[in-house]
């Protein structure tokens, strides 16, 4: 029963995305917040399919720790679940994202007008210039960045070494740090068909506080919290994966 219903969520997950991604081509003259208010419809729509159709709910804890003040959120990456959940419960965001995702037909080109910061993560230095200098301006402008500090997707009960642009961006843009933890992973697998019914339960931490601290120091206390609060959730401390490991798709 559950892999049709799995099946159901998944058909209507796609042609919504398509739908969508249509619609957000369409209306790209519109002001970001507008645009993004309508493309994020689509997300907010599939939370809420996911518990009607596979019994997967969503539980947030800490939702007084949004800043109402542009902010970096740093959040978990297991599954494709937080890029709708994060559409969800936070303001208007953009993503720091693998710049392939946007050649995919359809979802790539409503993705785009999300307006995210696209990077070759084989660029280096040039992506972490690309992160900091894009980042700040659509900071200026009034949007969250979401920055995935693992760089791709990893198993439940598993960490990767965090990144330092979503930090570096902080420090260097003088706005807070957000961290979010969840454990949608034991319920929407990376590349997992089978959607598994429960609650996922999402974390939202006191913001980071950057002034006086280096973007070592702010990625460190981020890494910390977020290794408390995976324990907490999942119930184990996480095992370290390695940099080879740590390889793969967002």
Wanted: charged share 20%; aromatic share 10%; hydrophobic share 50%.
């Amino acid at each position: 029963m559950q892999i049709f219903r799995s099946f159901i969520f998944l058909t209507v997950y796609a042609i919504t995305a398509i739908l969508f991604s249509v619609i957000g081509v369409l209306i790209w003259p519109l002001p970001f917040k507008q645009r993004y208010w309508v493309v994020s419809r689509w997300a907010v729509m599939n939370i809420w399919l996911l518990k009607i159709i596979c019994g997967l709910r969503l539980e947030v804890e800490g939702r007084e720790n949004i800043p109402t003040e542009p902010c970096v959120i740093l959040c978990k990456h297991q599954s494709a679940w937080e890029t709708l959940a994060l559409q969800a419960v936070f303001p208007p965001q953009v993503w720091v994202l693998k710049r392939e995702l946007l050649w995919i037909p359809f979802f790539g080109w409503g993705l785009a007008s999300l307006r995210p910061i696209a990077i070759d993560r084989n660029a280096g230095r040039q992506a972490l210039h690309q992160v900091i200098e894009q980042g700040k301006e659509r900071l200026q402008s009034g949007a969250m960045v979401v920055v995935f500090p693992e760089g791709t997707r990893l198993p439940p009960g598993t960490m990767g070494r965090f990144g330092v642009g979503g930090a570096r961006l902080a420090v260097e843009a003088a706005v807070p740090v957000v961290p979010v933890a969840h454990n949608a992973g034991s319920f929407w697998a990376k590349k997992g068909f089978l959607k598994r019914p429960g609650v996922i339960k999402m974390v939202i931490g006191a913001k980071i506080d950057i002034q006086d601290l280096s973007a070592t120091a702010v990625n460190q206390k981020a890494y910390d919290w977020m290794t408390l609060t995976m324990t907490q959730l999942e119930g184990k401390t996480p095992v370290q994966f390695t940099k080879g490991e740590q390889r793969g798709e967002s």
